[in-house]
Each structure stands twice: as structure tokens, then as C-alpha cells.
């Protein structure tokens, strides 16, 4: 172990310090209250949670470790910075530890409104340890404003400024500030690696074995926040209805694996693979496959080539809290003729939606309508939109996300 973080750190550029899980403790903790209560719940999807008070216990347990770890290592005017809903509580741990240094939280996922979040029964444990914390981020305002409005149905006595992007709430003894840093990509080092003769080659091969189509690309995680079956059937209504598409578009889906051991993931696996079947067996002509199904992972050059080769993205998740597939398109679209069709219950949607196709995932018709006319869009339109995407992508990279949170927790420090 010892060696095994000695090289981890050297390649990391800063020193790590493990924290050492049981077997029991990943699968409560991890796969269990991280991933079957707390990810289905702030995806809008209570109907999956399997709200086990083992789990609980197991959470504040893990936690506690995470806290304990950080309180041996960190110096007395360190900044303490915890990422995702996995640590919710790492900084009440660290308070009853007599931490005292400023400690902020991000959380990567959205955030659910109350008559989601009340759904769970530690609603007002999670809410107290948030609260704990200096500065809580958030990916877009409407999680940020989410987290407020629990925080005014379930707390007592607190109250609050949503004036400016950063709010604060104020408690009895102390001030938090709560804020919306969208996080992003980081632009330049995609638009360069894209722009190499090996991923240029790479994609005009892939443009070729799919000829005189244009080649519409999902890039989804096995999971089902991701949206993959609607996807599928939107496309279906799309050919179904447009008789113009046959033999004109090609959907390249990737669904990268992820979590195989779990029934339900099996059960999605099948359906996305049943749908494909389908379609690809209804509308097949010779010399043209609808659908290009791929069920694995892709190293950074060849999902690359698969961005560059693309002319439309179909990124479609029924909830996300940012989705930076839809960042990475348009970075690597340095010949500017792409189409991003976008989820608006993505977070990307608060950013791109001006010069995306903004869709309702669960509008089948919708997508389908927004397939067609990103087909049928010029190529005058197409340049100006994608300009404006990298544009705002460029400006709000992941540079821009990591200075705009550290500057609101220096805000708040003095």
C-alpha cells in the first residue's frame, strides 16, 4: 500500500494519504448509501432508493474516517477542500474533531428539491453537516437555490441573501456561503490534442466506414440518469417519421461500462442492446446500418477521433449535474461543423443552451424533431453556433472553475 501511494504521488505532483476501506465498508458505504440512496435520490429518481439504515451508519462511519485522516495531516491555516456526495459529512466530523481551519464542499451531482430531498429520512442530518461547512458549491443556481429552499423548509432560525451568484446563510454563531461554479474542461489541452494528425486520421477513417452519412454520436455512462432507451427510441421515432434520414444517418452509441455486477445495470444493459436489435432490424437497408453499438471504454485519442468525426452530438441525460461530454464535443469540433443537441436537465444546458438544441429527454418526438433539423441545418448555422459554444467553453474552462471557488472561500477566510 505504502509503495503502491509513494508512486501515485509522485505522479500526482502532491503527497497522498490513503484511507483504507473494508469490504463491508465499500459496499454499504460506497454502494450502498452513496449509490443507492443518495445518486438515485438527487437524480429525481426516490422510486430507486433502497433506504437502509445500515447504510447510514456505515456512511457517518466512512466519513469519520475521511475526517480522521485529513485532521492528522492538515496544518492549522491549510485550506481543507472535499469533492462529491460521497463526504457530505467530513466537515462536521472535523468539527467535533476541534478542526477549525475553512473547509469547502462541491458537489459534482445535482441537487433535489425539497419534495425530493425531504424523501429521505437523515434529510436533516445531511442538511446540519452541510451546513457545517464554509463554503458549499454548486454546479448550476437551480441546485443552488434547491439547497436553499431545503434549508428554509427543514432549519430553523437561519436566514439568507440570494442576491449574487455567492449567498450566504446565516446561523446563529456563523455565516455559510453558498455558490454555483459550473466545472468544465479543460479547453485548450482538448482542442490541441484534437487537433493531432494521429486523431485527424483516426476520425477520417471513422467518417469513411460510415459513408455519405452523417454520423450522430452518444457517449453515456451504463447508467439510468444517462437516458440511453429514450435516446434509442427518439431515434426510432426519427427514422420512423423522416423518411429523408435512411441512408443519410448513422447513430454511433458508446455505453461505457459501469457497474455489471448490479442486477439493475444488467437489466438496462439488456434493454439498450434489445432496442438496438430492434431498430437495426426494422430499418437496415444494404450498405446502411441505423445504429453503431459499442459496450466498452475508449482511451482519450480514440474518443477524440469519435468527437472529431461526428457532425452531431446527442447528449440526452434525464438528469445531470453538469455532463461534460457535451464540453468535450465542441472542444474537439476544431472544424466548427458540429451540432450539439443537449438534455436541459443537463447543467451544461444553463451554459450552452443559446446555441445548442435543447430538448426534452423524455419529449420523443422532441429529440427526434431536434435529429432532424440538426440534419437539415446549414452549414452557416452550424459555424456560427459552434463558434459561440467554444467561445463560452474557452472563457469558462477549468481554470475559470477552480479560481471563481477558491476566490469565494479567500472571500470568505478574510
Known amino acids: 500500500m505504502d509503495e503502491l501511494v509513494a508512486i501515485g504521488s509522485k505522479d500526482a505532483g502532491c503527497m497522498l494519504k490513503p484511507v483504507v476501506l473494508t469490504e ?97 429520512p437523515w434529510r436533516s442530518q445531511v442538511l446540519e453537516a452541510l451546513l457545517e461547512y464554509d463554503l458549499v458549491g454548486f454546479q448550476t443556481m437551480r441546485d443552488r437555490n434547491n439547497f436553499i429552499h431545503c434549508v428554509e423548509a427543514l432549519t430553523k432560525g437561519i436566514h439568507h441573501d440570494a442576491r449574487r451568484q455567492v449567498s450566504t446563510i446565516a446561523m446563529p454563531n456563523r ?104 431498430i437495426n432490424g426494422k430499418f437496415t437497408q444494404p450498405g446502411w446500418v441505423p445504429i453503431h453499438y459499442m459496450f466498452r471504454s475508449l482511451d482519450r485519442s480514440e474518443l477524440l477521433a469519435y468527437y472529431r468525426a461526428a457532425d452531431i452530438a446527442l447528449v440526452t441525460p434525464l438528469k445531470d449535474g453538469m455532463n461534460l461530454v457535451a464540453k468535450e464535443y465542441c472542444a474537439a469540433n476544431t472544424d466548427r461543423n458540429g451540432v450539439l443537441i443537449l438534455s436541459e436537465f443537463a447543467g451544461a444546458a444553463t451554459q450552452l443552451r443559446r446555441n445548442s438544441l435543447l430538448v426534452n429527454p423524455y419529449d420523443i418526438e422532441g429529440v427526434a424533431n431536434a435529429i432532424h433539423r440538426a440534419y437539415n441545418m446549414s452549414a452557416n448555422e452550424r459555424r456560427i453556433r459552434m463558434r459561440r459554444l467554444r467561445k463560452s467553453i474557452r472563457k469558462h474552462d477549468i481554470f475559470w472553475w477552480v479560481d471563481s471557488f477558491l476566490r469565494a472561500a479567500i472571500a470568505y477566510d478574510t
Open 175 to 278: 455565516e455559510i456561503r453558498i455558490g454555483s461554479f459550473p466545472i468544465s474542461i479543460d479547453f485548450n489541452e482538448f482542442a490541441r490534442q484534437a487537433a493531432d494528425r494521429v486523431v485527424a486520421e483516426r476520425a477520417r477513417e471513422l467518417y469513411e466506414a460510415i459513408p455519405n452519412c452523417q454520423i450522430i454520436l452518444g457517449v453515456d455512462r451504463l447508467d439510468y440518469s444517462k437516458g440511453i432507451p429514450q435516446k434509442l427510441r427518439a431515434f426510432r421515432s426519427a427514422l420512423e417519421r423522416f423518411d429523408d434520414l435512411h441512408g443519410k444517418v448513422a447513430l454511433v452509441q458508446i455505453v461505457v461500462p459501469s457497474r455489471e455486477d448490479i442486477a439493475e445495470y444488467q437489466e438496462l444493459k439488456t434493454e439498450i442492446e434489445g432496442l438496438v436489435s430492434e
Open 24 to 120: 463491508e465498508e465499500l459496499n454499504q458505504y460506497y454502494l450502498g448509501f452513496s449509490n443507492e440512496i443518495i445518486w438515485p435520490l438527487f437524480h429525481d429518481f426516490p422510486s430507486r432508493c433502497n433506504f437502509d439504515p445500515a447504510y447510514w451508519d456505515m456512511y457517518q462511519a466512512v466519513n469519520r474516517k475521511f475526517a480522521q485522516v485529513i485532521a492528522q495531516n492538515a496544518r492549522a491555516n491549510d485550506y481543507i477542500s472535499v469533492q462529491d456526495y460521497h463526504l457530505m459529512l467530513v466537515a462536521k466530523e472535523l468539527r467535533g474533531m476541534g478542526v477549525e481551519s475553512n473547509v469547502g464542499f462541491f458537489l459534482h451531482i445535482p441537487f433535489p428539491p425539497p419534495d425530493i430531498f425531504i424523501k429521505m
